[in-house]
């Protein structure tokens, strides 16, 4: 149980093989002939080849084979020979060279220089993140042409890079959700070398790196670990494929593979954080779950690698026991995303009742977003036809991860549309204000800085026409209770997948320019105003004033007070509002004619005597400081 799952190269040109395959009888290491190529979309079955080695491996306990073999480099490929009948690849494979398909590959996980020793991470607090779709983020779709971008990311004041999940996934286009090999680096995007670089260029420029992981399924094209053992259960079942099996017999293996891949990451990539999708699919009854362990083992990793490295849940369930401590009976996982934030400001920016849309719309929503991080609390939900989720309100604001754009807000809508499409150029700025001022951690969605307009759409490239008809299917039905007008793009088709690809040169042209300085100057209020700083419900106050559709948001700092004050209307608005005593200057107006705004109806300065008069033009905010005595 010492030994490392996979391929791992030793001193002296051998490398030690360790692999669960407790359904197999006899386990051999194929070593293959240097000179064979293979073909990406045929099952390797390479039996008795000439020119390949065939070693036994030892059987252990517990299901576990391992040996060690000589005369082995990087580079080497090689499969699993199972009792003489199936070669597969290897489940915990680093690096799938000819697809999910081919034959896996021995990778030297000492040999990459990095240049990040004195990186030792960021406080969640500082955390504000920037997801990308690396396939569709540049026209080369791979990590190396990430750099050239880095500058831009880290110029608007963005703290981590995001990247959807990167395990090997069928074909070269696809989400990544459907990833069957969890520790192999996506061959498409430039492997294990191009993630390590990417990620060490990311820490020399002060950047943390979170990675998307996938531990509550695995895809079904190349998907061959019922071969080797009881991943899966049918005790359950899963939205997306079979449910891995953490809970029933031999689970402790299956805990132990995902273990061991977060650490993985962690250890050979010096991934800074986590996000762990949907873990609202993940069952497991154990006294001791595998979210729990999970967290367990990477607070330790961190404590001896001495780096901040955090776990970031993505759940629909509205509850707080994920984020809570082992000890009071949470999995004590670091942070959470919460939709609700987004339903809240999505349904009043967009006016969309549909679908989970229909949970939200009023101002009030959106305010309780704000002051606790779930809205839904245990209330009864119309789309849900049941109560939902349990209170936040007393759970730090570090903890919750929001946005206004994801790539499931974005990409899960019938056409892929973003909200520069649904929406005007002044509601837009306005999602930005709410989100960048908000007192949680903010996450920006590829191209949402400049206000991008390509739409990011479903795409697939799988080889099994069953399954590409189903995934059809599958995604028509996922839209009907949104009510959406068109039928869904072809996710098989080439044309969605170059359809989502950003197009850089508008960060530079027109509103899309304005609109990237905006998330700048947003972003640089955020880290310079005392008052929004640190990210805290605690000094955090709120009026809504539902009927007006006006909210008022006061935070502040032992050195100074903010207020924003946000017109959610299409109309002008005059509002008498609650504001501390004193002088109070404007820092921000979404409505300036150098935002390109229609023009403040707001002075540069105004006296409190507890009460103002303000006018404020329609889907428009302003920010105030004042300096405390």
Not at 426 to 432: D, F, I, P, R, V
Request: net charge negative; proline share 6%; hydrophobic share 35%.
């Amino acid at each position: 149980m010492s030994l490392t799952l996979g391929a791992t190269l030793l001193e002296g040109r051998q490398c030690q093989f360790l692999v669960w395959a407790p359904h197999a009888k006899s386990v051999e290491v194929r070593i293959l002939d240097p000179r064979d190529s293979f073909s990406a979309a045929t099952l390797v079955q390479v039996s008795n080849r000439s020119g390949d080695r065939l070693i036994p491996l030892e059987k252990r306990v517990r299901g576990y084979h391992a040996g060690v073999v000589a005369g082995v480099e990087p580079g080497t490929r090689y499969v699993y020979c199972l009792d003489r009948e199936k070669d597969r690849p290897d489940p915990a494979s680093s690096f799938q060279p000819a697809g999910v398909h081919g034959p896996s590959q021995v990778v030297d996980s000492r040999a990459f220089q990095w240049s990040d020793a004195s990186w030792r991470g960021l406080s969640l607090d500082d955390y504000i993140i920037y997801e990308i779709h690396v396939g569709t983020f540049t026209p080369e779709g791979s990590f190396d042409a990430v750099l050239s971008h880095l500058e831009d990311i880290r110029k608007i004041g963005v703290t981590a890079l995001e990247l959807m999940p990167v395990a090997q996934f069928p074909g070269d286009r696809n989400w990544g959700y459907d990833g069957t090999y969890p520790f192999a680096v996506q061959n498409s995007y430039g492997g294990p070398e191009g993630l390590k670089k990417l990620v060490n260029a990311c820490h020399e420029c002060g950047l943390a790196v979170v990675l998307d992981v996938v531990y509550n399924h695995l895809g079904p094209e190349g998907n061959y670990l019922n071969d080797f053992g009881p991943y899966f259960t049918s005790q359950y079942q899963s939205l997306w494929g079979q449910a891995l099996n953490f809970d029933g017999p031999d689970s402790d293996e299956v805990v132990r593979f995902f273990i061991e891949n977060a650490l993985y990451w962690l250890r050979d990539f010096h991934i800074d954080a986590l996000r762990l999708d949907a873990i609202h699919g993940i069952v497991d009854r154990n006294a001791q779950p595998f979210l729990q362990l999970l967290a367990r083992s990477v607070r330790e990793f961190a404590r001896q690698a001495g780096r901040e490295i955090y776990l970031i849940a993505e759940s629909d369930f509205n509850d707080v026991r994920f984020i809570q401590p082992a000890e009071s009976g949470g999995s004590g996982l670091d942070a959470q995303w919460s939709d609700d934030f987004h339903h809240a400001q999505h349904a009043l920016l967009t006016g969309e009742r549909t679908g989970y849309y229909q949970d939200f719309g009023k101002l009030e929503h959106l305010e309780k977003a704000f002051k606790e991080g779930f809205v839904y609390s245990g209330q009864y939900s119309e789309y849900r036809r049941r109560r939902h989720g349990n209170s936040s309100r007393d759970i730090p604001a570090p903890k919750f991860v929001v946005f206004s754009h994801n790539h499931d807000q974005v990409g899960n809508r019938v056409l892929g549309d973003r909200l520069s499409t649904l929406v005007s150029f002044e509601a837009l700025k306005l999602s930005a204000g709410i989100l960048i001022l908000s007192p949680y951690i903010p996450l920006l969605f590829m191209g949402e800085e400049w206000g991008e307009r390509a739409p990011f759409q479903y795409f697939t490239s799988h080889s099994d026409p069953a399954l590409v008809d189903a995934v059809r299917r599958g995604r028509e039905a996922e839209f009907a209770s949104f009510h959406w007008q068109g039928a869904p793009p072809d996710p098989q088709d080439e044309a969605t997948f170059l359809r989502s690809k950003l197009d850089h040169s508008r960060r530079h042209t027109g509103w899309h320019q304005i609109m990237c300085g905006f998330y700048q100057e947003l972003i640089n209020l955020r880290k310079t105003l005392p008052g929004l700083a640190r990210p805290d419900k605690q000094r955090l106050e709120t009026c809504g004033l539902e009927q007006e559709k006006v909210l008022l948001i006061r935070r502040w700092s032992d050195a100074d007070e903010v207020v924003v004050v946000a017109n959610f209307g299409e109309e002008p608005k005059s509002v008498l509002l609650a504001v501390p005593e004193g002088e109070w200057r404007k820092v921000l107006d979404s409505a300036d004619q150098g935002w390109r705004g229609p023009g403040s109806m707001v002075p540069p300065r105004f006296e409190s005597d507890g009460k103002v008069q303000m006018s404020l033009g329609p889907k428009s905010f302003c920010v105030f400081e004042r300096g405390v005595n």
